[in-house]
């Protein structure tokens, strides 16, 4: 990864796109039952290396927007994080891009909403509701984008996709 200024300006981009998609769809990105269209995006780092900081920065934004606290700032955004670097190790395995996403917010941020948001559900359905919404999104979502980046030449050329 070279922190080149077009890196940084996708970075920057992603991060907008991702943050304005959930505090745009509000209350459907928070919450133990989720649908975060912007997690879409978390395939990305596949085939754009710059998604990685654009994510966990969008992430940050949208939580700190979200008014849920420190602890989604802080453990939201570090879900959305381990999600983007494991999703670009994975870049090889198309069918496994969306699953770093679903783990790590399934447990991560399913944990702490249950613990410190809403208990009216069990830690296993809450980590559950998340984790389906995040199979949904992504796998439903997500990887028709990246099907549409990859074929699409004028975004591969700007992308400088694989």
Request: charged share 10%.
């Amino acid at each position: 990864m070279k922190f080149t200024p077009k890196f940084l300006i996708q970075a920057a981009l992603l991060a907008s796109i991702y943050a304005a998609l959930t505090v745009v769809l509000g209350s459907f990105g928070y919450g133990p039952v989720q649908f975060r269209v912007s997690e879409a995006l978390t395939v990305l780092p596949a085939v754009m290396p710059a998604a990685i900081p654009g994510l966990f920065i969008g992430c940050i934004l949208a939580n700190w927007l979200g008014g849920f606290g420190m602890i989604d700032i802080v453990f939201g955004s570090l879900a959305t994080l381990l999600a983007a670097l494991s999703t670009y190790f994975l870049r090889k395995h198309r069918f496994l891009l969306p699953l770093p996403p679903v783990l790590f917010n399934a447990v991560i941020v399913g944990t702490y909403v249950y613990l410190l948001y809403d208990n009216s559900y069990s830690i296993v359905l809450t980590m559950l509701f998340i984790g389906v919404s995040e199979l949904i999104i992504c796998y439903g979502l997500g990887l028709p984008l990246l099907s549409f980046i990859k074929e699409n030449r004028v975004l591969n050329k700007i992308l400088e996709t694989d």
